[in-house]
């Protein structure tokens, strides 16, 4: 069974910092896009970042370009967002999603992790 | 980047009612998608490639339309079925979303 469980969430002061991470299970992470989509409270849908299966290619939102970091550790199965200079904007649940392959469709997702960015 | 339009933003229906919900490309685009989303829960693909059923999904969604112009059908509303709706493209990147369409309980 694919699984997709993100961690790291949590409360920071604007300017800040947090590490997220996602663990992948139940597939050959190595061979698939994964990506980062956000969800702000009671709002909708938005990429954030995704990242080719060998790491070799990179995108992100205009919104996050130059904040955050998308990588991954393929001997370890997991996906990491490194996001720094935070914005009370930035809070919203994160959600880690696989590309289904050979396409820009999203196939699994994770559960999401809850980042809060308030003083 | 590619805006991506849905309407209505929110729709009252009955169990059994037919709904279809529609969404607009900014430009003419090859590759598409629509999600379900319950409440605290992640999304789910249901369509890809603008008719195509992602497997497990009940045959009583559908999905037309092609460049700039597509809509999602659901033919017999169940009661499981009451969530948010999201349409995606996925040309290029930026990745984009429509805003969403609830459906709700009328």
């Known amino acids: 069974e694919v699984q997709l469980v993100e961690s790291g969430g949590g409360l920071v002061k604007p300017g800040g910092s947090l590490r997220l991470s996602c663990a992948a299970s139940?597939?050959?992470?190595?061979?698939?896009?994964i990506n980062w989509v956000r969800q702000a409270p009671g709002k909708g849908l938005e990429w954030v970042s995704s990242i080719s299966s060998s790491g070799s290619y990179i995108y992100y939102a205009d919104l996050v370009k130059g904040r955050f970091t998308i990588s991954r550790d393929n001997a370890k199965n997991s996906l990491y967002l490194q996001m720094n200079s935070l914005r009370a904007e930035d809070t919203a649940v994160y959600y880690c999603a696989r590309h289904r392959t050979g396409t820009y469709y999203f196939d699994y997702w994770g559960q999401g992790t809850l980042v809060t960015v308030s003083s | 980047d590619i805006q991506m339009t849905q309407s209505p933003s929110s729709v009252s229906a009955s169990v059994g009612d037919r709904v279809t919900i529609t969404c607009r490309a900014s430009q003419g685009i090859s590759w598409f998608a629509w999600y379900q989303q319950k409440p605290g829960k992640a999304p789910n693909l249901l369509i890809y490639d603008a008719s195509s059923l992602q497997s497990g999904v009940p045959s009583r969604f559908s999905g037309s339309g092609s460049g700039t112009d597509f809509t999602l059908t659901i033919s017999s509303l169940q009661t499981e079925d009451f969530a948010t709706y999201y349409c995606q493209q996925a040309n290029s990147f930026p990745l984009t979303f429509g805003g969403g369409t609830k459906v709700e309980i009328k």
């Open positions: 139940g597939f050959t992470f190595s061979s698939y896009s």
